[in-house]
């Protein structure tokens, strides 16, 4: 992962070089993702796209270790990207227990661009 951040001097990079990233980390001994089995659904059109370094991984990051991994028996993330007309549409989802009922809606649950 450090390697991956610091060696690249692109501020861009394809989709599909980012998921392999998310994918050796998921599968890596030690993590503590290895009780979270990620999936990523990458279309090939997608996987061609530019986006800026590490602007995946950081989101299914926080899937993993605030939603999914927050289940005693482990749970699901998925990462589905598909490309429409000129736009790249990305989700990150997961099964984890979900936001308190009375959580304040403003404390930055979502990314919307």
Not at 93 to 108: L, N, S, Y
Request: charged residues 25%.
């Amino acid at each position: 992962m450090f390697r991956y951040a610091l060696t690249g001097k692109e501020q861009f990079v394809k989709l599909g070089e980012e998921m392999a990233v998310v994918g050796a980390i998921s599968t890596s001994s030690g993590c503590e993702w290895v009780h979270v089995e990620v999936q990523i659904e990458v279309s090939d059109e997608a996987k061609g796209a530019l986006i800026p370094a590490l602007t995946i991984q950081p989101l299914v990051e926080n899937a993993v270790k605030h939603g999914a991994n927050a289940k005693a028996q482990g749970g699901h993330v998925r990462v589905h990207a598909t490309v429409e007309g000129r736009r790249l549409h990305v989700t990150v989802e997961d099964d984890g227990p979900g936001f308190a009922a009375d959580a304040d809606k403003g404390d930055g649950h979502r990314l919307e661009t």
